[in-house]
């Protein structure tokens, strides 16, 4: 089954700076790629997604690039801000969707 | 805008009692699924849920889980003879119409907890 590792799992910025959180996965078949917001006691929440027939998307501040011959895809978020404060899930799926472990993003004012 | 909603919010539950958790998925949506999350730790699949059967299972989703649709709104996760490891917070999601990889949308969860 699909393997989703994800890095680093604390990372620490200062506002106004950008952020990256880097995934990869193991199964060659996975063609849909979402992240997701998981804010303290919420549920998770998409904040961009990439399929496997586009290398990179963007929406504001944020961007997810993918490498589907490496295997693995990125989130950047630039110009952070302390709302940006949250666990971020990348995912990958093929039928079934599989989490990485997360990464705890803290923006410091 | 529409949103998935699960009841309870949160159960207690003695060991070895039956559970059933429960979810009301978007209206037009055609893709249901259950996740797991134990507390710190990542979001686990479950399941999937299609045209009234399971698409897809995890290796988590064994014989004490089952899945259904009893109405034409409700989606609900049984889990048979609960163990203490079953504690978590249970999120279900759907996704909408055409192939099953559209944005899933996910639910406030059910934090269930066994004694």
């Known amino acids: 089954g699909e393997n989703v590792e994800q890095h680093p799992s604390t990372l620490s910025v200062q506002e106004g700076d950008s952020a990256v959180i880097k995934c990869t996965y193991s199964?060659?078949?996975?063609?849909?790629f979402p992240w997701y917001k998981q804010e303290l006691g919420k549920r998770p929440q998409l904040i961009i997604d990439?399929?496997?027939?586009?290398g990179e998307k963007k929406d504001q501040r944020i961007a997810v690039t993918l490498n589907k011959t490496a295997k693995h895809f990125s989130l950047h978020i630039t110009e952070t801000q302390p709302e940006d404060s949250a666990v971020y899930f990348c995912?990958?799926?093929?039928?079934?969707?599989?989490f990485g472990a997360g990464t705890r993003l803290t923006v410091k004012p | 805008e529409p949103e998935v909603t699960q009841t309870p919010s949160h159960q207690v539950t003695q060991m070895g009692q039956e559970v059933i958790l429960r979810c009301v998925p978007i209206?037009?949506?055609?893709?249901f699924y259950w996740y797991r999350q134990i507390l710190g730790q990542k979001v686990e699949f479950l399941v999937s849920?299609?045209?009234?059967?399971?698409?897809?299972k995890s290796e988590i989703f064994d014989d004490q889980f089952s899945v259904e649709r009893p109405d034409g709104s409700n989606f609900t996760l049984k889990i048979r003879s609960t163990k203490l490891e079953d504690s978590a917070m249970y999120f279900c999601?759907?996704?909408?119409?055409?192939?099953?990889?559209?944005?899933?949308?996910f639910g406030d969860g059910t934090r269930l907890s066994i004694l």
């Open positions: 999601a759907s996704s909408g119409q055409g192939e099953m990889d559209q944005p899933q949308h």
């Open positions: 199964d060659s078949a996975s063609n849909y």
């Open positions: 990439i399929r496997s027939n586009v």
């Open positions: 995912a990958a799926s093929n039928n079934d969707m599989r």
């Open positions: 209206s037009n949506h055609l893709y």
């Open positions: 849920f299609y045209n009234n059967e399971i698409s897809e």
